[in-house]
């Protein structure tokens, strides 16, 4: 009996583009409560786990690719020690304009 290939696959970063530009919240991580960063090793990782776009690096800390994450609030939904908040993008100057720039 012949054996099967199997064929697997998973998302990698930025395959479905810089999805970051039409984000209108962005993850926000708090390393005080980070469990990975707090333990200062590689532990829990839901956040890495759930990122539907592969755009959060492991690690102890997870890092975040702005470029890539379009903003869809797993990654803060599964944290379990409430580490990670959605936060407005125009709170972090994404929508205001710069000094002296105008509108038209």
Request: hydrophobic share 40%.
């Amino acid at each position: 009996m012949a054996q099967r290939e199997i064929s697997m696959s998973k998302p990698a970063v930025g395959e479905a583009g810089a999805t970051g530009q039409w984000r209108n919240k962005r993850p926000v991580m708090d390393a005080a409560l980070c469990l990975a960063a707090k333990a200062g090793r590689v532990t829990c990782q839901f956040c890495w786990v759930y990122c539907p776009d592969g755009c959060i690096a492991q690690g102890a800390g997870p890092v975040i690719d702005l470029t890539y994450c379009k903003g869809c609030g797993i990654c803060a939904e599964e944290c379990p020690a409430d580490a990670i908040q959605m936060v407005p993008e125009a709170l972090h100057g994404a929508c205001e304009l710069a000094e002296g720039e105008e509108v038209g």
